[in-house]
């Protein structure tokens, strides 16, 4: 069973730019989250999605971040316009309904000069 | 606001060393998970623990739940290389009973480098 896989593994944009980050769950997976650590500090949830409905969005940190998730598949985290303080690790998780282990996936790494 | 705090946050022991990471919390839960990092790769799970008293050993790894003291423990035994890496401990604040599960409030990790 292939695993959570993310896209591109590094972005380097410079600021006022927009980044587009994709994460591909497991097969069969209904809960897709997304994490960010900024550096130095710790993994924070972001939102999840319940198939392609947004369950819980409080982590997203302004309007400048939009996710979707259509179809209920892979899900992509658009940043726009990025700032300097949107760098750090973005990670995507995913797991069944009903099971409470999620499975994360590499991360990708988002500089923003 | 929930709080997890791990300590110590950073840990260099030397091999056959045994040591405790210490993850604590700030409120009612009962669902706690232990994850494993290496540098530039993805959080692996290492324990998913569900219930007060939970126990869970794989190899020289052994992870403890207290909820009514909102702590959960990394008992690390008799320390080797491969074990360095980055531990986090998350805390699951989904509703009891819910279909739906939750989201995951991470501690700061723990690096971990053990010496030969």
């Known amino acids: 069973e292939a695993g959570v896989t993310q896209f591109p593994s590094h972005s380097v944009i410079e600021k006022g730019q927009t980044v587009t980050l994709r994460c591909d769950p497991i097969?069969?997976?209904?809960?897709l989250y997304w994490y960010r650590r900024v550096m130095g500090k710790e993994i924070k949830f972001l939102l999840h999605?319940?198939?392609?409905?947004?369950?819980?969005e409080s982590g997203m940190p302004n309007n400048r971040f939009l996710a979707e998730r259509t179809g209920g598949t892979y899900s992509t985290l658009k940043v726009q316009p990025a700032e300097l303080e949107d760098s750090g690790v973005y990670f995507c998780?995913?797991?069944?309904?009903?099971?409470?282990?999620?499975?994360f996936g590499p991360g990708t790494r988002l500089t923003v000069l | 606001e929930l709080k997890v705090e791990q300590n110590p946050l950073f840990l260099s022991m030397q091999e056959e060393k045994n040591y405790t990471i210490y993850c604590n919390y700030s409120t009612t839960s009962d669902r706690l998970y232990w994850y494993r990092q290496d540098p530039g790769k993805s959080l692996e799970s290492l324990f998913v623990l569900l219930s007060n008293g939970a126990v869970k050993q794989e190899g020289r790894l052994m992870a403890s739940l207290d909820t009514k003291a909102r702590l959960s423990t990394l008992h690390i035994t008799a320390a080797v290389h491969d074990l360095s890496a980055t531990y986090f401990c998350a805390v699951d604040i989904a509703v009891k009973g819910s279909s739906n599960t939750g989201k995951l409030i991470f501690g700061q990790g723990t690096t971990l480098q053990v010496k030969p």
């Open positions: 999605f319940v198939k392609e409905s947004k369950q819980d």
């Open positions: 998780a995913s797991s069944r309904s009903g099971i409470n282990e999620q499975f």
């Open positions: 097969s069969g997976h209904d809960n």
